[in-house]
């Protein structure tokens, strides 16, 4: 249990420090914004909160005191709340009202870390085992400060999952958007770990010895801030990541054509702007390659109209994990397969599509186009190739 509690610890201080790291990169270009500034400081507080939750998992002193790393642990974690509370007042309010609220925060900041600093004295926290701290204790004064600690973590927590849902709505951009939904998850995981913690305390103080339930709390803690790590630095790699998301589907749909489209190149080999040559890998400019392939595509399934018999004799799936969409597929890639062999034996069927495009198909939709073409490529695919 101990290994796992100390793994929590640096999971979280890693993906604190990855955090911090990653917006130290764009220091040069956003020093001069406040909200900026305030994420440093925020970031700052989180990686010395798991940074001194892995010392006091593998010491019982730093710097020569007693359970001191607990008690920076608890203030930063306090200061660290505080800070992306203000965050989100940064992000969401009224310059104004956001100063008014700052104030309001800072002073529950200074009020909780003095109490919690005066009742580690008082319970002469130096001298005591670091168990009590841990894992919570049936004294008095030790009870009282890891219950007021637990309160400091609990209501910013609320908090922000309460504001997070109406700011998202007014939000327009949409980076922001995702980092405040992100930042209601975390704050739930977050208070979820505040409920297991305090059951810790509680039944620790009773007798009650709850086994390996106890490190429910540490899982809870790490998810929460490896969630929050994300939130606090999405709004700069989130346009990134759609791109790179947004590229590999489209090298997928563009990879899954190929069997279509070489095949309609092989019986009509006008419909290519440029010769073949490496068009299967060569990504350099994808944006331009899906869009020929699709035009391409499209001249070849009209110059083969002529071949395509309107009731072919064809293999459509059927059954209950099948929907309509994916039967139409496989009855348009029949009609393909069967309309290839058909040209290449030189046989037009008496019922042929020699007029007409692609139906009810909206080929001004270049998205649902794509999308509907890799369906009729896969489907093909799986019919085998008229090769």
């Known amino acids: 249990m101990h290994t796992i509690k100390t793994l929590c610890f640096v999971i979280a201080a890693l993906s604190s420090y990855a955090a911090l790291l990653y917006r130290l990169c764009q220091a040069r270009r956003s020093w001069r914004d406040n909200a900026y500034r305030a994420l440093l400081i925020t970031l700052l507080f989180q990686c010395l909160t798991f940074t001194m939750g892995a010392v006091a998992m593998t010491s019982d002193s730093f710097l020569g005191v007693g359970n001191l790393a607990i008690l920076v642990m608890h203030v930063s974690a306090v200061s ?53 701290f841990n894992t919570g204790s049936g004294d008095g004064l030790v009870l009282t400060y890891l219950l007021v600690f637990i ?20 939000a327009a951009n949409a980076s922001l958007r995702q980092a405040l939904r992100l930042l209601s998850v975390a704050a739930v995981v977050l208070f979820l770990y505040c409920l297991a913690r305090t059951v810790n305390i509680l039944t620790a103080a009773s007798g009650i010895d709850i086994g390996d339930w ?4 540490g899982i809870f803690s790490a998810a929460g801030i490896v969630i929050l790590s994300l939130s606090l630095t999405i709004s700069s790699w989130w346009p ?19 069997p279509l489209w070489r095949d309609l190149y092989e019986s009509f080999p006008d419909i290519a702007l440029e010769p073949p040559g490496t068009s299967v890998s060569g990504v350099s400019d994808l944006d331009y390659r899906l869009h020929r392939r699709v035009i391409e595509i499209r001249d070849g399934w009209r110059d083969l109209r002529p071949y395509i018999d309107r009731a072919p004799r064809g293999v459509v799936p059927q059954g209950p994990g099948t929907n309509e969409e994916s039967r139409q597929a496989f009855a ?51 019919l085998g190739t008229a090769r």
């Open 214 to 217: 106890q490190v429910a709390a």
């Open 332 to 382: 348009e890639a029949a009609q393909i397969r069967q309309a290839l062999l058909a040209k290449r034996a030189g046989t037009i069927p008496d019922d042929n599509k020699d007029s007409g495009d692609f139906e009810d198909r909206d080929t001004g939709n270049f998205t649902a186009e794509v999308a509907w073409l890799t369906k009729v490529a896969r489907a093909y695919r799986k």
């Open 80 to 132: 660290f709340c505080v800070s992306a509370q203000i965050i989100l007042l940064r992000w969401a309010v009224a310059e104004d009202e956001t100063v008014r609220r700052t104030r309001y925060w800072l002073m529950a900041g200074f009020a909780f870390n003095a109490v919690l600093v005066g009742l580690f004295f008082a319970a002469d926290g130096p001298a005591r085992q670091a168990s009590d």
């Open 240 to 258: 990134s990541a759609a791109k790179l998301v947004e590229w590999s589907g489209s090298y997928r749909s563009y990879r899954s054509l190929y």
């Open 151 to 170: 309160v400091s973590q609990a209501v910013p927590c609320v908090t922000i999952f309460r504001q997070c849902g109406p700011y998202a709505r007014m």
